[in-house]
């Protein structure tokens, strides 16, 4: 028997490496604006937070108006190339079979707009392994992903909260699995870090998605 009954996943440097399509094209937005460009550790900060958080963190003197341009630059060159620019991580589609076929509900929860979470799911093949896909709408500003985690929840149906499983790779996941009373097992295989996770008190640690599936089937 299973320790959960959903276990639910964010997505980019979660269930895929989206990381090369993101960078590219906040990086040609930047370009665009003539803004300076952040470092390779800077930029590895937009996995996580909704978009408009990170620009507002790097280039604090923004206007809303200037965010929004900037956005606007983003979209367009991730519809037109970013959003190809991925892969799924090693194990991910092996793991959601495995949740699937011992009757465990499966959701992605995640701050990326919806119609890109699910185009991306649906290109990639594995949109069918997910009961429930939810995503943001394009005005999400909110860094608190506790929303999008509560909706998840309700969209598997699970009501018993200790049976719920968040798995995420930032600080994000793992708040937002908090406030909405579920714990959180935060990979080391995406954008976060060991340090990040510890001083968020994320409940597990993990490296790779067999030890996900430990943890859920007890191994």
């Not at 990170?54 to 630059?73: G, Q």
């Not at 519809?79 to 194990?91: A, P």
């Not at 092996?94 to 995640?110: F, I």
């Not at 009373?181 to 976060?192: Q, T």
Request: aromatic fraction near 12%; include cysteine; glycine fraction near 8%.
């Amino acid at each position: 028997m299973a320790n959960f009954d959903a276990v639910l996943f964010d997505f980019d440097g979660t269930v895929a490496d989206t990381g090369e399509g993101v960078f590219f094209c906040v990086r040609y937005a930047i370009d665009v604006h003539s803004l300076e460009q952040p470092s390779d550790e800077e930029i590895r900060k937009f996995i996580g937070p909704p978009m408009t958080v990170s620009f507002h963190t790097l280039y604090p003197w923004l206007t809303e108006d200037d965010v929004d341009s900037l956005m606007k630059s983003y979209r367009r060159k991730y519809d037109e190339i970013g959003m190809y620019k991925y892969y799924i991580y090693d194990g991910m589609v092996e793991l959601l079979q495995k949740l699937r076929a011992n009757g465990v509900k499966t959701a992605v929860a995640s701050s990326k707009p919806q119609d890109f979470l699910e185009r991306i799911l649906v290109m990639s093949g594995i949109d069918k392994q997910f009961d429930c896909i939810v995503g943001a709408d394009r005005k999400y500003k909110d860094s608190d992903k506790a929303a999008i985690v509560n909706s998840a929840i309700e969209k598997t149906g699970v009501t018993d909260r200790s049976r719920i499983l968040m798995v995420g790779d930032r600080k994000f996941d793992i708040v937002g699995a908090h406030k909405a009373d579920v714990v959180c097992a935060a990979v080391l295989f995406g954008y976060g870090c060991r340090e990040e996770f510890v001083e968020y008190k994320a409940d597990y640690i993990v490296e790779s998605c067999d030890e996900i599936a430990d943890i859920v089937f007890g191994g």
